[in-house]
């Protein structure tokens, strides 16, 4: 079964543009979570998709956003970028939302900002 | 909002010894607790669940315990080799709240 992938691996953006992340889940999975990661904050959730609805936010202003499509896959975009958005970005996938089910994460997205 | 902490210094042991990390959460009392491990520059891979109601659980060299009185986890490597070497993190679910993840801690097992 193929695991989670993210496109593209790496980017490099300016300050002031946006961007947008790709995650295609695992075949089956049905929730895509998202979650920054930084040396100083750790892991961080931003939100959770299933069924094209979004279940779960975290802690982030609005110019992070995300949407899920019928197939699954799911899109994160940030508009606006700040040098602080500079992190690595992961998609994790399970089967239902809610966080009993164990999570498959993507090798992530690494975003730097200029 | 719920917190969690972990050892944020490394802990290195002797190849054979048993590595025991700890997860202490605050906030919050989760039904479930997870662990996982990741690799630098790759994504956290699952290795164990434990429920509130299981007080141990063990998967081959693996062992998790859950004291939801302390709010603390425990995580136990067996005979440990080179490449159990690693960032452990611990998180809780989701669900009503915002899923939360450890800061992790790094394992460094010497041969």
């Known amino acids: 079964k193929a695991g989670v992938t993210q496109t593209p691996r790496y980017l490099i953006k300016t300050r002031g543009q946006q961007v947008t992340l790709s995650c295609s889940p695992i075949s089956g999975h049905r929730s895509v979570s998202w979650y920054q990661q930084t040396p100083g904050q750790g892991l961080q959730f931003l939100f959770e998709?299933?069924?094209?609805?979004?279940?779960n936010k975290g802690n982030f202003p609005g110019r992070f956003s995300g949407r899920q499509f019928s197939n699954s896959r799911s899109e994160m975009n940030v508009s606006t970028l700040e040098l602080g958005d500079s992190a690595l970005y992961l998609c994790?996938?399970?089967?239902?939302?809610?966080?009993?089910?164990?999570?498959?994460f993507g090798p992530g997205t690494r975003l730097t900002v200029t | 909002s719920q917190k969690i902490e972990q050892n944020s210094e490394a802990l290195n042991i002797q190849e054979g010894k048993t590595a025991t990390l700890t997860c202490n959460y605050t906030?919050?009392?989760?039904?479930?607790l997870q662990w996982y491990r990741q690799d630098p520059g790759r994504g956290p891979v699952f290795l164990l669940l434990?429920?509130?109601?299981?007080k141990e659980k063990r998967k081959e060299r693996l062992k998790v315990t859950f004291d939801t009185t302390l709010k603390q986890s425990l995580f136990h490597i067996t005979a440990s080799q080179p490449a159990d070497s690693a960032t452990y993190l611990c998180a809780l679910p989701g669900g009503s709240y915002i899923p939360t993840f450890g800061r992790g801690t790094s394992l460094i097992v010497h041969p």
């Open positions: 906030n919050y009392s989760p039904a479930y």
């Open positions: 998709y299933f069924s094209e609805t979004q279940r």
């Open positions: 994790a996938s399970s089967l239902m939302a809610g966080g009993l089910y164990e999570q498959y």
């Open positions: 434990i429920r509130e109601n299981e």
